[in-house]
Nanobody
Framework: QVQVVESGGGLVQPGGSLRLSCAASGRIFSSNAMGWYRQAPGKQRELVAD???????NYGDSVKGRFTISRDNAKNTVYLQMNSLKPEDTAVYYCNIRSLRGSTPYFSYWGRGTQVTVSS
């Protein structure tokens, strides 16, 4: 079984910064992708950013240039540095670890989420 635990959410003023962390533990294949998704009230869950174990990154259009994803493969940990935060970034942020596209076996595990609120 795989456990995924997020940390680092909270309340921040517009223009401020936050850093989210996510650690995965258990039986984890070394080739994987770890990422952050978010869901605001009344909206669908959307990709924020993800990063493969090889270091390839992918960002949602709304966060490009403001957010940076990174990971520590030895610790199975992924980070999300969020700068220039806007009220529209307010959401529950979920961490995910999954198999690489086209690879087997397929797996996908989610954390319980951490709230990020951007408000003055």
């Amino acid at each position: 079984q795989v456990q995924v635990v997020e940390s680092g959410g909270g309340l921040v003023q517009p223009g401020g910064s936050l850093r989210l962390s996510c650690a995965a533990s258990g039986r984890i294949f070394s080739s994987n992708a770890m990422g952050w998704y978010r869901q605001a009230p009344g909206k669908q869950r959307e990709l924020v950013a993800d990063i493969t174990s090889g270091g390839t990154t992918n960002y949602g259009d709304s966060v490009k240039g403001r957010f940076t994803i990174s990971r520590d493969n030895a610790k199975n940990t992924v980070y999300l540095q969020m700068n220039s935060l806007k009220p529209e970034d307010t959401a529950v942020y979920y961490c995910n670890i999954r198999s690489l596209r086209g690879s087997t076996p397929y797996f996908s595990y989610w954390g319980r989420g951490t709230q990020v609120t951007v408000s003055s």
